[in-house]
């Protein structure tokens, strides 16, 4: 059973820092790529970040380029997104899911909760 369990979201000002962590199970964690999604209220889950298996290329959203940086650790089965220069219009839910350019999995975790707000 597919489990992704997300954590460390919060409340922020806007120009502040908050890094999620996602811990995953229920499937090979280190053969998948990895990603980050959000959902704002009122719209839809939009993919954030993606990482392959093994590190290296990965592919942000262009509202968060040069800001969020995602990693994973393949020995702890976690995956990271570090987020600085926040801003309110990131204000979301923030999910982790396997696979690259779209979710390899229908079972999501409940998310975390990030607010950017002064």
């Known amino acids: 059973q597919v489990q992704l369990v997300e954590s460390g979201g919060g409340l922020v000002q806007p120009g502040g820092s908050l890094r999620l962590s996602c811990a995953a199970s229920?499937?090979?964690?280190?053969?998948?790529?990895m990603s980050w999604y959000r959902q704002a209220p009122g719209k839809e889950r939009e993919l954030v970040a993606a990482?392959?298996?093994?590190?290296?290329?990965?592919n942000y959203a262009d509202s968060v380029k040069g800001r969020f940086t995602i990693s994973r650790d393949n020995a702890k089965n976690t995956v990271y997104l570090q987020m600085n220069s926040l801003k309110p219009e990131d204000t979301a839910v923030y999910y982790c899911?396997?696979?690259?350019?779209?979710?390899?999995?229908?079972?999501w975790g409940q998310g975390t909760q990030v607010t950017v707000s002064s």
């Open positions: 899911n396997a696979g690259y350019r779209k979710p390899e999995y229908s079972d």
């Open positions: 229920g499937f090979t964690f280190s053969i998948n790529a």
């Open positions: 990482i392959p298996s093994a590190g290296g290329w990965t």
